[in-house]
């Protein structure tokens, strides 16, 4: 057992002892069923903190030879597969993380040295018939598969974390890409080769150097979907346990939305990293953040591309904005269009993107105050910043059923924030949504909402913990008063839709004038027991 070579399990274990451990082992069942075929390479992309590293240590632990890691496994769900027993402990493995390597060495050249060099070492301890003179990693493996027969299992964590720390220098990503693929592309003693980062496969020039991968995504993870990431069943679970309500715990961590198959439902995936520390904690709170600065996300949003901005703040009222994926070039430095940002932002973990209608939106609560801390104190931004701030005012006003003050604040986010194209009800919404944007501390907004007989404009459901705040109905009307839209609410009957709430229901009627430039507003209260 070597430090990269057959590392064993120890890290496992301490996963496993952890307080809080969620079983991912039946990604052992899928990645068995590659071993030995033309789909033997496996790239999976996931944000930071998505238990990729975890991951690969299940994996070492599970495949390593001169090891019986049996007791480990047996209890797990991988226990009850039927290529379990077969690939268990049966494996020449090799274990590395790149981001280990680079921070020890001054340049890419001296890293893939220091890297060929350790594993060599360890090569040569388990297979001393091979010959001493040989110092490339590639020819190494080749002449001990010659002699064995025995494919290894090549395991490679943060294998992009070049692309981020040496963002700007080509030269250095196209050394480091041809060692990747001279090292494991068309290559016998390759039984299985799985690497795990943030960013999809680099490429270059006109082909991928590593196009033999197949790349599991954010935005195409399909079968890998379910392993990186908590599901929407086992956050249930965890909550149960831990006796914390679900539904806030959704509102925080979920909306990461992955299409697994054409066939099959998309699944809704949690961050991993949050539910655990909020578990831990027996609090909801903003704990992936603290892993990274928002400043990093600050850096691209300030980018400026037409209509990036735009998108920003419509994703920040709650909207989603189509993108087009097929233009971002895989790198963190290459940007052509607003689209490019926004992709790269999906695969930081920033949006989420809607395979079905290729849309992005901001996936919860904690991601959306990572927004706000980015904003904040930026000049290009203060406007956007200080209608978000003005919201917990205008959320009071409303509660206390001041119409002429919530006009007002409606009045000035929209004058603020004047680069949302106002000249529709869909466009009103945005405004109202962003207005209201600190309501989202305690509802849950949805627009559209079917009453039977139309569509309620904007609604606001207050979440479990939260069930001393009134219900919020909105109906918006362009072009007519207030009191249409009003009228409009009881006509329709679309109270019916929030029957639970009669006695805590409030309905609001908003309307715009073009020619008065201003928004008109009427409140009341709906006392029905």
């Not at 150097?209 to 086992?234: D, H, I, K, Q, W």
């Not at 709170?285 to 928002?294: K, L, P, V």
Request: aromatic share 12%; proline share 3%.
């Amino acid at each position: 057992m070597g430090s990269y070579l057959n590392p064993g399990s120890d890290n496992f274990q301490k996963d496993l002892r952890s307080r809080i451990y969620v079983d991912k082992s039946e990604l052992i069942a899928e990645l068995n069923e590659l071993i030995d075929t033309t789909q033997r390479f496996v790239c999976v992309s996931r944000p930071r903190r998505f238990g990729k590293t975890m991951a690969a240590n299940m994996l070492a632990a599970y495949y390593s030879c001169n090891l019986d890691t049996s007791e480990l496994f047996e209890h797990l769900k991988i226990g009850n597969h039927p290529s379990y027993k077969e690939h268990l402990n049966q494996h020449m493995v090799i274990q590395l993380n790149i981001q280990e390597f680079l921070s020890e060495n001054d340049s890419v050249a001296e890293m893939l040295d220091d890297l060929q060099s350790e594993v060599i070492d360890e090569l040569r301890e388990a297979y001393p018939e091979v010959m001493k003179d040989k110092k490339s990693l590639p020819r190494v493996m080749k002449k001990i598969y010659a002699l064995t027969k025995q494919p290894f299992i090549i395991l490679i964590d943060e294998w992009d974390c070049l692309f981020r720390e040496y963002k700007d220098d080509g030269d250095s990503q196209k050394i480091y890409l041809d060692f990747l693929r001279n090292w494991l592309k068309d290559k016998a003693y390759v039984g299985l080769a799985y690497m795990t980062g943030i960013l999809p496969i680099k490429k270059y020039g006109t082909h991928s150097a590593l196009n033999m991968f197949t790349e599991y995504s954010v935005s195409s993870p399909r079968r890998m979907a379910p392993y990186f990431g908590f599901t929407e069943e086992e956050v249930r679970e965890l909550c149960e346990k831990y006796r914390m309500n679900f539904e806030e715990a959704k509102a925080w961590y979920d909306g990461y939305t992955l299409k697994v198959s054409t066939k099959l439902p998309c699944i809704s995936i949690y961050n991993p990293k949050s539910v655990v520390e909020a578990m831990s904690c027996e609090d909801f709170g903003t704990y992936w953040n603290q892993t990274e600065t928002y400043e990093a996300l600050k850096i691209y949003i300030e980018m400026n591309y037409d209509g990036l901005k735009d998108s920003i703040v419509e994703l920040l009222a709650g909207g989603s904005v189509h993108i087009d994926t097929g233009t971002f070039t895989n790198d963190m430095t290459t940007f052509t269009s607003r689209d490019d940002v926004l992709t790269l932002l999906v695969h930081l973990g920033y949006l989420t993107y809607e395979a079905g209608s290729k849309t992005v939106r901001i996936p919860n609560k904690e991601v959306a105050q990572e927004y706000v801390n980015s904003i904040k104190n930026t000049a290009r931004w203060s406007a956007v910043a200080k209608a978000v701030e003005d919201s917990r005012n205008l959320l009071q006003s409303l509660w206390n059923m001041d119409a002429d003050a919530v006009a007002q604040g409606i009045d000035r986010t929209h004058q603020e924030v004047s680069i949302l194209q106002y000249n529709d009800e869909n466009a009103l919404s945005y405004t109202i949504s962003l207005a209201f944007y600190y309501a989202r501390e305690y509802y849950t907004v949805i627009r559209e909402l079917p009453t039977g007989k139309g569509f309620a404009d904007v609604c606001f459901f207050p979440r479990k913990m939260h069930l001393d705040k009134p219900a919020l109905l909105i109906e918006l009307k362009w072009e007519k008063s207030a009191e249409t839209a009003m009228t409009q609410i009881k006509k329709k009957n679309y109270p019916d839709a929030l029957r639970e709430y009669r006695g805590n229901l409030i309905l609001v009627g908003i309307s715009y004038s073009k020619v008065t430039k201003s928004h008109e507003c009427v409140i009341e209260k709906l006392e029905i027991s």
